[in-house]
């Protein structure tokens, strides 16, 4: 069975800042996707970016960016320029490309930006 | 475009009781997922619906059962509520792989006592 960890319940970063969260996973399989959402205290969970794992080249948008590691089962979020809207639970989620279409989720990082 | 909108946001229930919670689907997707997220862990996936019919279910009890109609919403019905039910329940909706990722809503809190 499929696994996440998120191994950082809490990280800091000063506004302006960049922050990396980690986040590891264990599968048998080639083909699935790799998505993190970011839960704020409104509880509503938004998706922050996706990766297919067919594809080698790193997922980018605005500000968020990932560095996805197939080999070594890797794929953590940075964050440029941290602003205070960004503090949030970030969670990292593994989607098989067959059976089921279920998510799995790590437990989350609870980001701070600190002013 | 419509998102994704659960009722009720926070529900009270006692051990024992049934109770039952609704989601309306973001306009165009066909897929509703639910999950359930207790305090300080990630989402565990419930079961889905594609098309009116269960496509996957999680590791959860026969006493969790869903439902989903024609124009897409859906619901989740738990019965005979235990202690342990108590989470934040999120709905989530895709189109029928979910490989863009999913639209979820704000959740239904739902305390048993």
């Known amino acids: 069975a499929q696994t996440v960890t998120q191994s950082q319940p809490e990280m800091s970063v000063q506004e302006a800042e960049t922050v990396t969260l980690s986040c590891t996973y264990d599968?048998?399989?080639?083909?699935?996707?790799l998505f993190w959402y970011k839960q704020p205290p409104s509880r509503q969970m938004i998706l922050v970016i996706r990766?297919?794992?067919?594809?080698?080249q790193n997922a980018t948008e605005n500000r968020f960016s990932v560095n996805f590691q197939k080999a070594a089962k890797s794929f953590s979020l940075k964050i440029s320029d941290s602003q205070l809207g960004d503090a949030a639970m970030y969670f990292c989620?593994?989607?098989?490309?067959?059976?089921?279409?279920?998510?799995?989720f790590g437990t989350g990082t609870r980001l701070k930006v600190l002013a | 475009e419509t998102g994704v909108t659960q009722s009720p946001t926070h529900l009270i229930k006692t051990r024992g009781q049934q109770v039952t919670l609704r989601c309306s689907s973001q306009?165009?997707?066909?897929?509703v997922s639910w999950y359930q997220q207790a305090l300080g862990q990630g989402p565990q996936f419930i079961f889905q619906?594609?098309?009116?019919?269960?496509?996957g279910r999680g590791n959860f009890p026969p006493r969790f059962s869903g439902l989903q109609f024609p124009n897409y919403s859906s619901e989740l019905n738990v019965n005979a509520l235990e202690l342990d039910d108590s989470a934040l329940y999120l709905c989530?909706?895709?189109?029928?792989?979910?490989?863009?990722?999913?639209?979820f809503g704000s959740g239904t809190r739902l305390t048993v006592v």
């Open positions: 989620a593994y989607r098989s490309s067959s059976g089921t279409y279920k998510y799995i």
């Open positions: 990766q297919e794992a067919y594809k080698q």
């Open positions: 619906y594609y098309r009116e019919e269960e496509n």
């Open positions: 989530a909706s895709s189109l029928r792989t979910g490989n863009y990722g999913y639209t």
């Open positions: 599968t048998s399989e080639s083909d699935y996707y």
């Open positions: 306009s165009g997707h066909n897929t």
